[in-house]
Nanobody
Framework: QVQLVESGGGLVQPGGSLRLSCAAS????????MTWYRQAPGKQRELVAT???????NYADSVKGRFTISRDNGKNTMYLQMTSLNPEDTGVYSC???????????????WGQGTQVTVST
């Protein structure tokens, strides 16, 4: 059973930093594109950043220059380094990935459970 588990969320003051992690576990053959999404209270979920298995990245305009997405393929883990946080960054951050399990020819999509990030004084 493939699972994604996020960690690293919490309460931070404006201007602060946080590093989120998304670890994939289970019998995994390969992980393709991985993505961070966030959902603020009362708002629709939005894409934050994406990273391909080759390391190509893409960011939402609202986080460019402040957030950095990366991944460690050996650890099946994706990261989101967030700096210069402001209250508008508050929300539940979830990871999403396309994964081919071991022994399968099917590529499935998986969601993590989410981690809360709150930027406030």
């Amino acid at each position: 059973q493939v699972q994604l588990v996020e960690s690293g969320g919490g309460l931070v003051q404006p201007g602060g930093s946080l590093r989120l992690s998304c670890a994939a576990s289970g019998s995994i053959f390969i992980i393709y594109t991985m993505t961070w999404y966030r959902q603020a209270p009362g708002k629709q979920r939005e894409l934050v950043a994406t990273i391909t298995d080759g390391g190509g990245t893409n960011y939402a305009d609202s986080v460019k220059g402040r957030f950095t997405i990366s991944r460690d393929n050996g650890k099946n883990t994706m990261y989101l380094q967030m700096t210069s946080l402001n209250p508008e960054d508050t929300g539940v951050y979830s990871c999403y990935a396309y994964i081919r399990p071991m022994g399968s020819t099917h590529v499935g999509s998986y969601w993590g459970q989410g981690t809360q990030v709150t930027v406030s004084t």
